[in-house]
């Protein structure tokens, strides 16, 4: 299912090729989130056009709204969005302990109130491998706590015995034909907690692993820690996956410690509220000094945004609430980060990986205003 094709001299990144059931995704590779079965701002088309080779969708919002019924009548979710491609499906852990403002932990999952009408409702492994099973989703996630990146000790300890003791659950439910489930390594930025937990979920012997507790507020070096001292307790012949990340530099970086897959809802979300992103970091294009700014929003930048419209255009359809501003901001977003990752397997595999990196990480440079990407994604 997974092929790892070359590694990187100067770093420990990969060159690999992921087969799925409904295409070969080339890693790495970053993908759109489509958590409610739709990319925000964006039709199938488009996100062909842009490169897409992998989509998110997510189980907790999909079982809710519109339901396992009405996608099980519709032959599952790519049929019932039009999609063809892969799609990934998170487990919706992350969100049972980010929107139930009202939850408790049970031995085999979670009991919580939906943020929608306060219905009590139940989810663990048995419930997120069964939802992800009827959505035939290529990857499926197994069920995981989250805690908070300032969670005390206890409370970190807690959570990872949970999502070791949930993992071996998710491991022995049946799946769709052809369907992967990842594991997910939590602990904090607490080394020690990390290798016991990667250590436990690798025994499982899952299709692929991902790096959870990262992104959730925490200082970018402490992002980046985790993930270090995560990867090397990871096995070199199967998929990684950092968990709602990041930046463009951010994955690179994260490129260049071992990971392969990456998801982030930060080019629609910011788009949305006017933001562009280019390769030196985020253009806030409501502000005044764009007003008769009849660039592309990057040069050579070959979206369709890029192609047909100006910063001047785009800036005035933002300040007076047209969609398109949304879209096309959207459409350029999506087409960069899904850019850099090309770039970045190009590079690897003529062996200028590291030049790539290190010019890149020069030049971009971050907006304050942009907040991390999970929450974001609330």
């Not at 419930?127 to 099973?133: F, K, L, S, T, V």
């Not at 049946?174 to 080394?191: E, K, L, N, T």
């Not at 990390?194 to 992104?215: H, M, W």
């Not at 990867?231 to 968990?243: G, H, K, S, V």
Request: charged share 25%; with cysteine; aromatic share 8%.
């Amino acid at each position: 299912m997974f092929q790892l094709l070359k590694t990187d001299p100067s770093s420990k990144a990969r060159l690999g090729r992921l087969t799925t059931p409904h295409g070969v995704v080339e890693t790495p590779a970053y993908m759109p989130v489509g958590t409610q079965a739709t990319v925000k701002a964006m039709d199938p088309r488009e996100l062909r056009e842009v490169g897409t080779q992998i989509i998110l969708g997510n189980t907790y919002h999909l079982s809710l709204r519109p339901g396992m019924d009405i996608i099980r009548a519709a032959g599952g979710l790519h049929s019932f969005m039009n999609w063809p491609g892969p799609i990934l499906t998170d487990s919706g852990g992350f969100q049972v302990f980010s929107l139930a403002k009202i939850r408790k932990l049970k031995p085999h999952g979670v009991e919580f109130r939906s943020h929608l009408d306060g219905s009590l409702l139940f989810l663990g492994p048995k419930e997120a491998m069964e939802i992800q099973r009827t959505l035939g989703s290529d990857i499926a996630m197994a069920f995981d706590e989250c805690p908070p990146h300032d969670a005390p000790m206890k409370e970190l300890c807690g959570a990872v015995e949970r999502t070791m003791r949930w993992a071996k659950e998710c491991r022995e439910q049946p799946r769709c034909d052809g369907q992967m489930v990842f594991g997910i390594v939590q602990g904090g930025s607490h080394a020690a907690l990390r290798e016991e937990c990667a250590k436990a979920i690798v025994a499982l012997e899952f299709d692929g692993y991902a790096i959870g507790g990262v992104s959730v507020g925490e200082p970018e070096p402490e992002m980046m820690k985790a993930v270090e001292v995560t990867e090397p307790f990871l096995p070199a012949d199967q998929p990684r996956y950092a968990m709602g990340l990041g930046t463009p530099a951010q994955m690179v970086e994260l490129v260049a410690r071992g990971v392969d897959m990456f998801d982030c809802v930060l080019p629609t979300r910011v788009a949305r509220n006017g933001t562009a992103y280019t390769r030196r970091g985020a253009l806030v294009l409501k502000g005044s000094g764009y007003k008769a700014d009849f660039q592309p929003i990057e040069a050579d930048c070959e979206c369709f945004a890029c192609r047909h419209f100006t910063r001047a255009y785009l800036r005035h359809l933002l300040n007076v609430g047209e969609i398109l501003g949304g879209r096309m901001l959207s459409v350029h977003n999506t087409h960069l980060f899904l850019k850099v990752m090309a770039e970045a397997r190009a590079t690897m595999a003529a062996g200028t990986f590291g030049e790539f990196r290190r010019e890149f990480v020069a030049n971009f440079r971050p907006s304050r205003r942009i907040l991390s990407a999970r929450n974001l994604a609330l």
